[in-house]
């Protein structure tokens, strides 16, 4: 069975640093690209970053960009999200989604409806 399990969130002060894990189950991360999305409340999902199966190609949201890297861990099958210097804007519940590499291309990186698989999410608070 599939599964996404995310951890790593807690509550930060702006400027902090936190580490979310993806820890997957049921597949190799090879056969799948792994995203990070993001929800607050009253706004919609949005893509935060992504890494493809096969070369580890990363992708990132332009909010975001320069401050988180994305990376993998094939070994533990585990994927990561550092995120430094976080601000105010970057809390929401933050869920990591997979998507089968031999499936269609019809969705970009950052489109949630592209994604097969999703965690149950893990709750990011920034303060001020």
């Known amino acids: 069975q599939v599964q996404l399990v995310e951890s790593g969130g807690g509550l930060v002060q702006a400027g902090g640093s936190l580490r979310l894990s993806c820890a997957a189950s049921g597949f190799t991360l090879t056969h799948y690209a792994i995203a990070w999305f993001r929800q607050a409340p009253g706004k919609e999902r949005e893509g935060v970053s992504s890494?493809?199966?096969?070369?580890?190609?990363?992708f990132y949201a332009d909010s975001v960009k320069g401050r988180f890297t994305i990376s993998k861990d094939i070994a533990k099958n585990t994927v990561y999200l550092q995120m430094n210097d976080l601000k105010v804007e970057d809390t929401a519940v933050y869920f990591c989604a997979a998507d089968s590499l031999f499936g269609p291309t019809t969705y970009g990186w950052s489109e949630a409806a592209g994604y097969d698989f999703w965690g149950q999410g893990t709750q990011v608070t920034v303060s001020a």
């Open positions: 890494i493809s199966g096969t070369h580890g190609s990363t």
